[in-house]
C-alpha cells in the first residue's frame, strides 16, 4: 500500500507559507476514486508535513501511513466509510 501511494503521482504539491484552503476538499475527491493518494511537501518541512497529515486525519478521515522524503500517502478507511454510511440509513 505505501509503495503504491509512493509511486502515484502527486495529487497536490504544498509549498511553503501556503494556503492550505482546498486541500481537504481534493483529497475527499480523489479517495472517491483512488484509496491511497500522495501530497507533495517537500518545500514545506517535515514537522509542518506531519501536522497536516495529522489535521487531514481528522478532516477527510483518512490515515496518514507514511511521512517519507517529505510526502504525506494517505488512507482512505474503508470501515469509516462504510459506518458512516451505516450511520445514514433509517431503521425500519
Given amino acids: 500500500m505505501r509503495n503504491r501511494g509512493l509511486h502515484s503521482p502527486a495529487l497536490m504539491k504544498l509549498t511553503r507559507n501556503g494556503v492550505y484552503?482546498?486541500?481537504?476538499?481534493?483529497?475527499?475527491?480523489?479517495?472517491?476514486?483512488?484509496?491511497?493518494?500522495?501530497?507533495?511537501?517537500?518545500?514545506?518541512?517535515?514537522?509542518?508535513?506531519?501536522r497536516i497529515g495529522v489535521k487531514l486525519r481528522d478532516l477527510v478521515p483518512c490515515v496518514p501511513i507514511l511521512f517519507k522524503d517529505e510526502q504525506i500517502i494517505p488512507w482512505r478507511r474503508k470501515k469509516h466509510h462504510q459506518q458512516k454510511s451505516d450511520h445514514l440509513q433509517m431503521p425500519n
Fill in 21 to 50: 484552503v482546498n486541500v481537504v476538499a481534493r483529497v475527499r475527491e480523489a479517495f472517491e476514486t483512488e484509496e491511497v493518494v500522495r501530497l507533495d511537501c517537500s518545500h514545506v518541512g517535515m514537522s509542518d508535513c506531519k
